[in-house]
C-alpha cells in the first residue's frame, strides 16, 4: 500500500516533470497549512514573517495576504528597502543592526522610506554612525527598535544559552539605552525586540538522543520563566522613555509559548512555513514539510548505492550533521557518511536506490528554510500534481542581500 510519502513523490514527480534538476518545488496546500497553524497558535497576536526563511517576495505576499500576518522582518536594510520600494510591506523591521552607509543614506533621503523601515539597535555607536551618513537636522526622523538580548544566564552570569547577540540583557541596561535614545535628535524608539533563540530555535526532541532532549526541556522551562519576568521589567523600564507601538519575540519554536507573554504584542516566524529538518526535532508543532529540492541521479557506482548531481546544499550554524540536506523521497536514503552533501556529487545508500534508475530524481529537505532560495533563482509552485507558477527567489530578482 503506498504511503503519505509515497503519494507525494508521485506528485511532485508529476508535476515536474517537463523541469531538470536541480531546482526547488514548494507544495503550497502545505505552505497554507503552516501559515494557518502558525496564526492558530500565535492565539490572535500578530505574525510578523522572517523574511530570511522565504526570501521570495511572491511567498511573502502570499502569507502577508492571510489571516493573522502582519509586517516583515527582513535581514538586512537594503533588503528591507527592496521589499517596501517593490510593494511588499509598509511595514519592515530590520533585525539586525546594520554599517550599510549607502543604504542609510538611501533611507534618510525620503521620508516615506522612513516611515515604513524600522532599524535595529543596541548600542549608541550605531547611533553615531548613522549621524555620519546623514546629520539629524537633514533627514526625517527614523524610526528604531531596541534590540533586547534574551540569552539565559544561570549561575550569576557565568554560564551564557542562547544566541550572542545584544549587549543589553538587564531591565537597566534597556531603559538606560532607552534613555539615551529618546535624548538624541533624529531618531524614534517604536519597537522592543527580543529572540528567544534557545527556546525557539532549538529542538526539544533531537531523535535517539533521550538524556540531551530532557537537559533541553529542563533549560527551555526554567529559561522562558526567567525570560517572562525579565522581558516584562524591560519592556516597562523602556516604556518610561518610549512610546511603543510593537514588542516583538519568539520564532516558530515558540509561537505559542512566546504569545503567552503579556508583554509581546507580535510573534516572529517563517521557517514553519517551509518546515526544514530542523524543525523534525519539536514536541509542541512540527510543520509540514513544504519545500523540496530535486537531484538527478547520474551514476550506479555498486548495488545499493545511487549518486546525484550536486546536493551539498549545506545550512548556515554549527558545523554538524543537524546542518545537513536529508534524502526524503524515496523514503529510506540515506547519506554515505564518509562523503556526506557534495560539492558536485552526492552518493546515496539505502534499499530504493537498487530501484533507481540514471535520470530519476531524489527529492531532498534543506537543513534550514530560506537558504534553499540562495542556490536557485526561482521556485516552482505546486498545487496538487501541477506546477501553477513559478516565481523568483531574491538572487532570481538579482539580489544577494547577505
Known amino acids: 500500500m503506498a504511503t503519505e510519502r509515497d503519494l507525494l513523490r508521485d506528485r511532485l514527480d508529476q508535476a515536474t516533470a517537463h523541469l531538470d534538476p536541480p531546482f526547488v518545488a514548494v507544495d503550497l496546500a502545505a505552505f497554507d497549512a503552516n501559515a494557518a497553524a502558525l496564526a492558530d497558535r500565535a492565539a490572535g497576536k500578530p505574525i510578523r514573517v522572517a523574511s530570511k526563511s522565504v526570501r521570495s517576495r511572491d511567498l511573502l505576499s502570499r502569507v502577508l495576504a492571510r ?14 528597502i527592496h521589499l517596501v520600494r517593490t510593494g511588499v510591506s509598509d511595514d519592515v523591521v530590520v533585525a539586525y543592526p546594520t554599517a550599510d552607509r549607502a543604504a542609510l543614506a538611501e533611507l534618510a533621503a525620503d521620508p516615506a522610506l522612513a516611515d515604513t523601515v ?20 537633514q533627514r526625517p526622523e527614523l524610526r528604531l527598535c531596541l534590540d533586547l538580548d534574551a540569552s539565559w544566564r544561570p549561575l550569576r552570569g557565568r554560564l551564557h544559552v542562547g544566541v550572542r547577540r545584544s549587549p543589553l540583557h538587564s531591565a537597566t541596561a534597556a531603559g538606560a539605552f532607552a534613555a539615551t535614545v529618546a535624548g538624541r ?21 533531537p531523535p535517539g538522543q533521550t538524556l540531551r532532549a530532557t537537559a533541553i526541556r529542563a533549560m527551555q522551562r526554567r529559561s522562558y520563566r526567567e525570560l517572562l519576568a525579565r522581558r516584562g521589567a524591560a519592556v516597562a523600564a523602556v516604556r518610561a522613555h518610549a512610546d511603543l507601538e510593537f514588542v516583538n519575540g519568539g520564532g516558530t519554536g515558540s509561537v ?42 547520474v ?16 545550512a548556515s550554524g554549527p558545523a554538524d550533521p543537524s546542518r545537513l540536506p536529508r534524502p526524503w523521497l524515496p523514503a529510506g536514503l540515506r547519506l554515505v557518511g564518509t562523503e ?49 507558477a513559478t516565481v523568483p527567489t531574491y538572487r532570481g530578482d538579482g539580489h544577494a542581500f547577505l
Not at 508543532?285 to 529540492?293: E, L, Q, S, T
Not at 536506490?353 to 530519476?360: E, F, H, P
Request: proline residues 7%; charged residues 20%.
Open 67 to 80: 489571516p493573522g500576518w502582519q509586517g516583515v522582518l527582513a535581514f538586512t536594510l537594503p533588503e528591507a
Open 118 to 137: 524600522t532599524l535595529m539597535v543596541d548600542a549608541p555607536a550605531q547611533l553615531d554612525l548613522i549621524d555620519v551618513v546623514r546629520a539629524p537636522g
Open 185 to 205: 535628535r533624529g531618531f524614534r524608539l517604536v519597537g522592543v525586540m527580543a529572540y528567544e533563540a534557545q527556546i525557539a530555535g532549538l529542538g526539544d526532541a
Open 256 to 297: 505559542a509559548a512566546t504569545s503567552a507573554d503579556q508583554s509581546v504584542t507580535e510573534i516572529t516566524a517563517g521557517s514553519g512555513l517551509y518546515g526544514p529538518t530542523l524543525f523534525d526535532a519539536y514536541r509542541a508543532w512540527r510543520p509540514v514539510p513544504a519545500a523540496f529540492f530535486a537531484c538527478a541521479v
Open 299 to 314: 551514476r550506479r557506482p555498486a548495488p545499493g548505492l545511487a549518486t546525484v548531481l550536486g546536493g551539498g546544499w549545506i
Open 340 to 388: 556526506g552533501a557534495g560539492e558536485v556529487q552526492t552518493p546515496l545508500a539505502g534499499a530504493p536506490a537498487d530501484l533507481l534508475r540514471v535520470g530519476d530524481r531524489v527529492w531532498f529537505r534543506h537543513a534550514k528554510a530560506g537558504e534553499v532560495g540562495e542556490r536557485v533563482n526561482e521556485l516552482h509552485l505546486v498545487d496538487g500534481d501541477a506546477v501553477v
